[in-house]
């Protein structure tokens, strides 16, 4: 026996509009997915995070985070030993081992410990009691030092004590307050001191290394 199905004209009008609703959504659902895809999507799916460097680095500057940010690169374009931005903690302290660029990658390859030894380059700069936030009474010539922002959040470096004085000038051998001391290093060195002091308004936490014996 035939059964003849008859759809009303109410229920050929919901057919329709649901049809003419579902091409909608897929049209903009394909606007989206192409918006998704030129402004941000194209470069997670074919592209790969890496460090880079955000001001020019000269050789034998001490590295710290705030002097690289992340880039997209293509994968071909990636240098070897490329750092990604979960590699950042190991550039801190490390020393550049060439001349690194504004926005050039940021290679393990650019990077050496620094030399703990003095150089012929190296000379005692003050570093004021004016900028000292905390530091060891027990501070000596010849001692190793870190020196931080007050939080520890800024590395500025390691140096060798080259004289402790107090607060009237004389340096200290035996005992004595530390007022204030000098510091071995060159002269890109202390400018990195200075302008971080100039720039940001802190003061220096001062991280005894190694004591001379």
């Known amino acids: 026996m035939l059964k003849i199905t008859i759809i ?11 049809k003419q609703i579902i091409g909608i959504l897929l049209i903009i659902s394909a606007i989206a997915a192409l918006v998704y895809w030129e402004t941000g999507g194209r470069n997670r799916v ?8 955000g001001e020019n680095i000269e050789q034998g500057t001490v590295m710290t985070k705030q002097m690289l940010f ?17 590699d950042i903690h190991k550039i801190e302290g490390k020393e550049a081992a ?7 990658q940021i290679s393990g390859l650019f990077l050496r410990e620094p030399e703990k030894q003095k150089t012929k380059k190296q000379s005692p700069f003050l570093i ?3 900028w000292i936030d905390s530091r060891s009474s027990s501070l ?6 870190s020196m931080y922002s007050r939080d520890g959040s800024y590395y500025l470096g390691d140096f060798e004590t080259a004289c402790v004085k107090d607060a009237a000038d004389k340096e200290i051998v035996d005992n004595g307050i530390v007022d204030h001391f000098e510091v071995l290093t060159d002269i890109g060195g202390y400018q ?3 302008h971080f002091i100039d720039t940001s308004g802190e003061k220096l936490l001062v991280v005894q290394k190694e004591v001379k014996q």
């Open 140 to 145: 000596r010539k010849g001692d190793i030092i």
């Open 192 to 194: 990195n001191i200075l």
């Open 46 to 53: 074919m592209t790969v995070r890496v460090l880079a460097a």
């Open 98 to 104: 060439l001349y690194i660029a504004k926005n050039q």
């Open 128 to 130: 004021k009691s004016e």
């Open 8 to 18: 009303d004209n109410n229920e050929e009008q919901i057919v329709k509009k649901t």
């Open 70 to 86: 992340v880039v997209n690169a293509m994968p071909e374009t990636v240098i070897e030993g490329a750092l990604a931005p979960g």
